[in-house]
């Protein structure tokens, strides 16, 4: 209650395997060329952003957690870093499926990566799928670079959007359904931030 964080209760108690299976190839829909270009502006503008708070701009080490289709790890590689992502299943396109980018595949907590590797660690819309996110936090610091930056990207909760929907659902008298997590429907979300919840997430 004093950290606002909303989560499924009682917890899933999937396998491994589940877990991968949800993530497969069907996870990910078609969108259109505008959003597209949209993502992949507002990604250059987040790593812009981000690499901003290094001290150095030489040999960075960046590493992607959940890097869905490999956007992310096509940007970084432009620019000349040191590029790894990682994900529970294998979902990069072509172009992401490259000799100098590294692929881990599985969960993060499981992975046997080197600690203070990395100068950049890209965690977008990934907390929300885990259910154990400060154990991610904890892997995350270790895998950091000391002076290493993380960029941190989850749904608000306590959106105005979520506010509309929570008011249609008690205007149709459906006040026991949720406005915020569904974890068994895409994009199977189980746990839930806002601003006092992430940033006590990050005090941590």
Same mark, same amino acid.
């Given at each position: 209650?004093?950290?606002?964080?909303?989560?499924?209760?009682?917890? /899933?108690?999937?396998?491994?395997?589940?877990?991968?299976?949800?993530?497969?190839?069907?996870?990910?829909?078609?969108?259109?060329?505008?959003?597209?270009?949209?993502?992949?502006?507002?990604?250059?503008?987040?790593?812009?952003?981000?690499?901003?708070?290094?001290?150095?701009?030489?040999?960075?080490?960046?590493?992607?957690?959940?890097?869905?289709?490999?956007?992310?790890?096509?940007?970084?590689?432009?620019?000349?870093?040191?590029?790894?992502? /990682?994900?529970?299943?294998?979902?990069?396109?072509?172009?992401?499926?490259?000799?100098?980018?590294?692929?881990?595949?599985?969960?993060?907590?499981?992975?046997?990566?080197?600690?203070?590797?990395?100068?950049?660690?890209?965690?977008?819309?990934?907390?929300?799928?885990?259910?154990?996110?400060?154990?991610?936090?904890?892997?995350?610091?270790?895998?950091?670079?000391?002076?290493?930056?993380?960029?941190?990207?989850?749904?608000?909760?306590?959106?105005?959007?979520?506010?509309?929907?929570?008011?249609?659902?008690?205007?149709?008298?459906?006040?026991?359904?949720?406005?915020? /997590?569904?974890?068994?429907?895409?994009?199977?979300?189980?746990?839930?931030?806002?601003?006092?919840?992430?940033?006590?997430?990050?005090?941590?």
């Amino acid at each position: 209650k004093n950290c606002e964080l909303y989560f499924v209760s009682p917890e /899933l108690n999937f396998s491994k395997d589940e877990w991968q299976q949800l993530y497969n190839s069907d996870y990910f829909v078609e969108i259109t060329v505008w959003l597209k270009k949209k993502r992949k502006n507002d990604l250059k503008e987040r790593l812009d952003r981000t690499a901003s708070y290094l001290n150095s701009r030489e040999g960075i080490h960046f590493l992607e957690v959940g890097c869905g289709q490999g956007y992310g790890l096509l940007e970084s590689a432009g620019r000349g870093w040191n590029t790894s992502g /990682l994900d529970i299943f294998d979902n990069r396109i072509a172009d992401a499926r490259v000799e100098g980018i590294k692929f881990y595949r599985g969960i993060l907590t499981d992975t046997g990566i080197d600690d203070n590797c990395y100068d950049i660690i890209y965690v977008d819309s990934v907390l929300e799928h885990v259910p154990n996110p400060m154990e991610y936090m904890d892997k995350i610091r270790n895998l950091l670079k000391p002076g290493g930056v993380v960029y941190i990207g989850v749904p608000n909760e306590d959106s105005f959007q979520n506010d509309i929907r929570k008011l249609i659902l008690m205007l149709k008298s459906k006040r026991e359904r949720s406005a915020k /997590l569904k974890p068994l429907d895409n994009p199977y979300h189980i746990i839930g931030f806002n601003r006092i919840s992430l940033k006590y997430l990050v005090s941590k």
